[in-house]
């Protein structure tokens, strides 16, 4: 991990960031992708927490991205228990599998944690996420909206005993759906690149 820097992107970033997030993402979970043009739209949503938008350099190189959003857990009793989330992190896929995300990741958990953040949600693989302090949410009586079963919603404490007592639903932030007409035509500005139908995607 010598030469790597975490920062706060800048406008100066937008276009390495959003072109190393459809980078990291194409024909993962689906032909194409749209996870670029959700963090474009996000820059500029309510939710979106600017001092958790961050990136990774290696060598002056931008090869890392995350960027935080406020959202929350509608109780069972009928209260509204402010969290974050993240998402896209992306990483380029030359630096995949060599722990970068996890550095990053852990970064900015910490510094939602000095934010006043008591938890985090997430959709994700307990296999990655699950070394960074993440549960299945449904296990701690925190459901997921969508699909209220699912192993792959994830939540993790940042204050000790933040989710005690606590059971309810979660719904991913509206700013997470995208119109894919208006991310087709986004993504036309970038390089082509060939969408392709791959065994394991979602969608």
């Known amino acids: ?29 689906r032909p194409g992708c749209l996870e670029h043009y959700v963090l474009h739209t996000f820059r500029t949503d309510p939710a979106f927490v600017p001092e958790l938008d961050l990136v990774m350099e290696k060598d002056g190189e931008i090869m890392g991205h995350v960027m935080y959003v406020r959202s929350a857990i509608k109780t069972d009793d009928g209260r509204t228990i402010p969290i974050m989330t993240f998402g896209p992190i ?24 000095e934010m006043g953040a008591g938890a985090l949600a997430i959709t994700g693989n307990i296999g990655f996420y699950g070394k960074s302090g993440f ?40 700013g997470y759906f995208v119109d894919e007409n208006e991310a087709e035509a ?8 060939e969408k392709l139908k791959l065994p394991g995607q979602l969608f």
């Open 186 to 193: 986004f993504d036309a500005a970038f390089p082509p690149k």
């Open 135 to 174: 549960v299945v949410s449904k296990n701690r009586g925190v459901r997921y909206e969508d699909d209220p079963d699912a192993d792959y919603f994830l939540i993790a404490e940042l204050e000790p005993g933040f989710l005690n007592g606590i059971t309810g639903t979660y719904k991913d932030p509206d």
């Open 90 to 113: 992306s990483i380029a896929p030359q630096f995949k599998r060599q722990g970068y995300g996890k550095v990053l990741l852990e970064y900015s958990m910490e510094k939602a944690k």
């Open 1 to 29: 991990m010598q030469n790597i820097i975490i920062r706060n992107e800048t406008p100066a970033d937008y276009r390495t960031v959003e072109n190393l997030t459809r980078e990291a993402f194409w024909n993962v979970y």
